[in-house]
């Protein structure tokens, strides 16, 4: 794969804008990119450029039909401090009222890792606001992966005091594998990274305390076959993610089942950083789902 020059000021690169908006006393970072149809990004944990970078570099065609919003979460970029106390119903309100602020209608849905949880929400509440859905990886904790998990947050947690730049980089290393960090410095601007990831890592905690009391994990393993919402939703899953994390494909299954109109992309010796590793294939498979829903 040979990283591309890109003239940033040709199309689509010029339409890279980034904004901050005001959301009940809270501030957000939300960058966007492209023409046409929008999709609405929710990132994952530590960094929270995970779409737009790789994308733009690897397959800029795709800004020229679809219009990218990616908000930064609380703790992240620009975006406002994680408060304590702040739980998945308050991050799903805010990201609706961040649609709303950005006037976003029917947008496809677009959300990686842990982003998939708070985007899982919204699909559940209010699944008529999303033309379709893609989902790279969503990610709970569950009894296939919780002694991984802690075992990665607590090995990052005892580098914190160290430096919170390498507590974060060993945690994305646990869960994603030794080469996520040589897809980043490929895929993206690793100096942005860096300057952001030690406030990312301080997030964390706040971040895990995120889901406690969310049934959806429990409720999902016994659901019924389809009866999830009905829009279209692809599914994506690295075939050595669960080499690091055990529970990628337990949880990818689950979802195929109770989603009555899934389609699913395996992307061939890639981690949970897929997008990343492989944003070439991951952009194209995308647009091709996107292009579908026009039909």
């Known amino acids: 794969m040979l990283r591309p020059i890109i003239n940033k000021d040709s199309f689509p690169f010029s339409s890279m804008r980034k904004e901050t908006v005001e959301i009940d006393g809270s501030t957000l970072e939300v960058t966007s990119m492209g023409s046409g149809t929008p999709v609405f990004c929710i990132h994952g944990v530590n960094i929270h450029d995970a779409f737009i970078a790789p994308l733009s570099r690897f397959c800029p065609e795709i800004f020229k039909s679809y219009r990218f919003y990616s908000v930064s979460r609380l703790g992240y970029g620009l975006s406002s401090d994680c408060p304590d106390g702040y739980d998945l ?158 529970g990628f494909r337990h949880r990818h299954k689950l979802l195929e089942n109770w989603f009555p109109n899934t389609r699913s992309m395996i992307l061939p010796n890639t981690s949970h950083a897929m997008q990343l590793s492989s944003p070439k294939l991951f952009g194209d498979q995308c647009q091709i789902f996107w292009d579908s829903q026009r039909a």
Request: proline share 4%; net charge negative; charged share 15%.
């Open 89 to 246: 119903a308050k991050a799903v309100d805010l990201y609706f009222k961040a649609m709303d602020n950005l006037n976003l209608s029917n947008p496809h849905l677009l959300a990686y890792s842990f982003g998939g949880n708070i985007a899982i929400q919204m699909l559940i509440d209010q699944p008529t606001r999303f033309a379709s859905a893609v989902f790279s990886e969503a990610y709970w904790v569950d009894a296939t992966s919780v002694a991984e998990n802690i075992a990665a947050f607590v090995a990052a947690q005892e580098l914190f005091a160290v430096s919170p730049l390498l507590a974060s980089m060993k945690y994305q290393e646990l869960i994603c594998g030794k080469s996520f960090h040589t897809y980043v410095d490929f895929t993206c601007n690793r100096e942005e990274v860096n300057e952001h990831l030690p406030r990312a890592a301080a997030t964390m905690s706040n971040e895990m305390e995120l889901l406690n009391g969310w049934a959806f994990p429990n409720f999902i393993e016994t659901a019924q076959r389809a009866t999830g919402p009905a829009l279209n939703v692809l599914l994506a899953l690295g075939t050595d993610s669960d080499n690091y994390l055990p």
